[in-house]
């Protein structure tokens, strides 16, 4: 199983970027899956998370509301971040996560997620 993430990079305050994170070893769809980023000096948090219910409830950290968009593609096999109106305390590496058998009051918790990419690099300049 390989998650590879990718689409990271330098970007102004208030500029966009889509991250994806395509799988191989592992079908996306019906599974858990998030995003987490790790600043210096800080733990690593989730940013957001799709339950793997058929409903696929989404979750947001609060700073990001309105700002990012999780989402997967079945067909690509692939999970993506869409993130606007970026913000200096945005700057993270991020990393992408699925887990096959995740309660829904785990989602946020790291430990949950059974795989991981190797990190994103995201620096938002002011």
């Known amino acids: 199983v390989q998650l590879q993430a990718s689409g990271g990079g330098l970007v102004q305050a208030d500029g966009s970027l889509r991250l994806s994170c395509a799988a191989t070893?592992?079908?996306?769809?019906?599974?858990?899956i998030g995003w987490f980023r790790q600043a210096p000096g800080k733990e690593r948090e989730r940013v957001s998370c799709i339950s793997s219910s058929s409903n696929g409830s989404t979750d947001y950290l609060d700073s990001v509301k309105g700002r990012f968009t999780i989402s997967r593609d079945g067909a690509k096999n692939t999970m993506y971040l869409q993130m606007s109106r970026l913000e200096f305390e945005d700057t993270a590496v991020y990393y992408c996560a699925a887990g096959a058998r995740i309660i829904t009051s785990s989602l946020r918790v790291p430990t949950s997620y059974d795989y991981w990419g190797q990190g994103t690099l995201v620096t938002v300049s002011s």
């Open positions: 070893g592992l079908t996306l769809d019906n599974i858990a």
